[in-house]
């Protein structure tokens, strides 16, 4: 038996296959695996971007009035939010909520409500009549909102307006800061992979009504003038289918200044180690490993930077989380990109001011108003939060964009690219 157990064994392990069976076998495979890749891509339908009436615009001269008459500030922080405010590269245009505009401002639960009802209940209405889609067929809802996380939850307020089904899973993250928004589309895509032949709705905002910051740090005082509502978007993913002034509480959502740009530099990267092998040609990948390895081997080398890779070689279009002028140009140097790269991101900034975790998509809106995303192209949208955070998330274009298709830049968007002063004149 021992023998016969041999020769059995010897005899099948040299059993050499017909090449046309390996053929074969690995033709079966590449079927399976490029069909397995098309039924379990992630689509986005359409997104849309809200934008307020224009009796919420917030000038910088409304703004600086405001921190006057306030009165719970002294006078070297009102002038150092009035500095701020003017050298934040945010425009005339960008809003805040109505209850920002009372003084002094009302900051009620119910202000607060009323300012996601007005926002995502329009954007929800608008684009469900847009596709014709009823409110029954959505399989999925989550929403994200960071400071504001009412009871029942804002998807709650959204199902009971709207007449969702019962059993509709419905999803609310809070407490996760700017970068939420690309949270929101890792746990959607992840959603439609399990649940096939659904439809995904994500609703992307920041409310900012009860959140201003009324103390004495002016590392904290930043958020201040930087953050803006009213304009929060909300965008429409679809899967496989047939087609306050207590300072260590409020540190807990905002970084000092003096740490914030080293915390974007350092994280855009060590993302820039992660995405670099899944996007970038192998000839970038070579040049940024051969500079790697010369430094860690080669003393003469260790003075010289690393080769960053040319990320224009993987993208068409970069979204920069506009959180700030010195956000923007902060990655914008890391990833050694040029001002046209980063004009979406100084645009939605300078319009719409920081809008937290939706910046990424007005700047997209921006793109597609401007005509620039054709079929084909790849997007990077890149998110910051507190935490620290850096998300992103990348778009690959299969269908034509029409331009002229209304949304959030269609009144003004001729108007696009303007010079944005280092010092707005008010």
């Not at 920041?206 to 201040?224: C, H, I, Q, R």
């Not at 540190?251 to 855009?268: F, R």
């Amino acid at each position: 038996m021992y023998l016969s157990y041999k020769l059995i064994h010897h005899h099948r392990s040299h059993k050499v296959p017909h090449p046309l069976h390996l053929l074969a076998a690995l033709a079966l495979i590449l079927v399976v695996f490029l069909l397995y890749s098309r039924f379990s891509s992630v689509y986005l339908i359409d997104f849309s971007c809200y934008r307020a009436p224009n009796h919420l615009r917030t000038p910088t001269s409304h703004v600086i009035e405001h921190l006057e008459l306030y009165g719970n500030f002294s006078g070297e922080n009102v002038n150092f939010q009035a500095k701020l405010s003017e050298r934040s590269g945010i425009g005339g245009e960008a809003f805040i909520p109505v209850g920002g505009h009372e003084i002094p401002p009302d900051t009620s639960l119910k202000r607060a409500r009323e300012e996601i009802e007005m926002v995502l209940f329009t954007v929800v209405k608008d684009l469900l009549s847009k596709h014709k889609i009823n409110s029954k067929q959505i399989d999925i809802l989550i929403s994200n909102c960071s400071l504001v996380c009412p009871t029942p939850s804002i998807t709650a307020m959204i199902i009971n307006k709207f007449g969702f089904r019962s059993n509709v899973k419905s999803i609310s993250i809070s407490g996760m800061g700017c970068s939420a928004g690309i949270l929101s589309i890792s746990l959607a895509k992840d959603l439609l992979k399990v649940h096939k032949n659904s439809l995904a709705l994500v609703l992307s905002m920041e409310a900012v009504t009860p959140n201003g910051y009324m103390g004495k740090n002016k590392s904290m005082l930043v958020a201040n003038t930087l953050f803006r509502a009213g304009e929060l978007p909300f965008y429409y993913p679809i899967g496989s289918k047939t087609r306050r002034s207590q300072n260590t509480s409020f540190n807990t959502l905002s970084e000092p200044t003096w740490d914030l740009m080293t915390y974007h530099t350092s994280l855009s990267s060590k993302k820039l180690m992660k995405m670099g092998p899944l996007v970038l040609p192998y000839s970038e990948q070579i040049r940024y490993g051969w500079s790697l390895f010369c430094q860690k081997v080669w003393a003469p080398a260790r003075w010289k930077e690393i080769h960053t890779p040319n990320f224009k070689k993987a993208f068409e279009h970069f979204c920069i989380h506009a959180g700030g002028r010195a956000v923007i140009d902060a990655v914008e140097n890391t990833l050694r990109l040029c001002n046209e790269d980063g004009e979406a991101s100084r645009m939605t900034l300078y319009r719409f001011g920081n809008t937290s975790s939706s910046s990424v998509w007005y700047e997209l809106c921006y793109l597609e108003a401007k005509g620039r995303i054709k079929k084909g192209d790849r997007v990077w949208q890149i998110a910051f939060g507190s935490g620290f955070k850096c998300n992103s998330v990348v778009w690959k274009c299969i269908s034509e964009v029409d331009p002229k298709v209304e949304n959030a830049w269609s009144d003004r968007i001729h108007l696009y690219p303007v010079e944005v002063p280092h010092v707005i004149d008010h």
